[in-house]
């Protein structure tokens, strides 16, 4: 367990240093609120609540975003020569994984959790049920993404390859989600895609917890965008969850398995004193 909590501490400690990746990542998500409350405002003139509306969908956009692209620290460690040392350690590879996703997991739901506590103060609206299940949810939200980060981090290997594929990932699952656009005004040309969307189910998850829908009827959650119905099959918040957990458990083990067995040797390391 020392060389996990070592990696952890080390991320944990270089995030905090990092004042500038830590002001973008609150004032990029409040610039986003700013604009989408104004463009998305006839959109959201029949929903009770529409600051927990559209802030609900920025926080988990952020964790999504920032669980997904923290993976990017592990090929700069690679390139730098910092992971090479540490593999050929007594330290095993799956320590070295998991402790990389703990961390990713930690710095984005810390992320979320700054951004809720900010919105606070513009206006929406937590009780302590409420808070307790959405850090619950960003945490689960946070494991799945960040292990499909580290997976695809370790297939790419170069932090150039990584981030043309996070942006070819994330551009398309962030639109077809529903968290800026609701998913009941796009084109039903869009729907399929919208339904094979993870991020679809944890934009509703979330929704129905900062709306509190729990005692709406399907078809009203239907109706707000938080169920659907495909071609008669259901599926709602609590099976949304069951998908989300499914495909984390697939891309946690994937990872690490694929993490266990990469081959980092070809890569050149990079040094600072030629």
Not at 78 to 85: D, L, R
Not at 180 to 187: A, D, E, G, L, V
Request: proline share 4%; charged share 10%.
């Amino acid at each position: 367990m020392r060389g996990m909590t070592a990696i952890l501490k080390r991320n944990l400690i270089n995030f905090a240093r990092n004042k500038t990746q830590l002001i973008f990542s609150i004032v990029m998500p409040l610039f986003m609120l700013f604009v989408f409350s104004f463009v998305m405002k006839p959109t959201t003139a029949d929903i009770s609540q529409p600051i927990n509306y559209l802030i609900s969908g920025i926080i988990i956009m952020s964790v999504f975003q920032s669980s997904l692209s923290n993976s990017t620290n592990i090929l700069e460690d690679i390139s730098m020569g910092f992971m090479k040392e540490i593999i050929v350690s007594p330290i095993e590879r799956w320590k070295i994984s998991i402790g990389q996703v703990l961390s990713s997991t930690i710095i984005a739901v810390t992320q979320g959790l700054l951004i809720i506590i900010i919105a606070l103060f513009m206006g929406l609206k937590l009780d302590a049920p409420q808070f307790i299940q959405m850090i619950a949810v960003m945490g689960l939200v946070g494991i799945t993404f960040s292990s499909m980060g580290l997976f695809l981090a370790t297939v790419a290997k170069k932090s150039t390859t990584f981030q043309v594929m996070i942006t070819a990932f994330t551009l398309p699952l962030t639109f077809l989600s529903g968290a800026y656009i609701p998913t009941t005004i796009m084109p039903k040309i869009l729907r399929p895609l919208v339904y094979i969307n993870p991020l679809t189910y944890t934009t509703s998850i979330f929704r129905y917890i900062a709306l509190k829908m729990n005692d709406l009827s399907t078809a009203e959650l239907i109706k707000e965008g938080v169920s659907f119905d495909i071609h008669g099959f259901i599926v709602g918040p609590f099976t949304g969850i069951l998908i989300i957990i499914i495909m984390g458990l697939i891309f946690f083990s994937l990872c690490v398995y694929k993490f266990n067995k990469a081959d980092f040797s070809d890569v050149k390391v990079f040094n600072p004193e030629r």
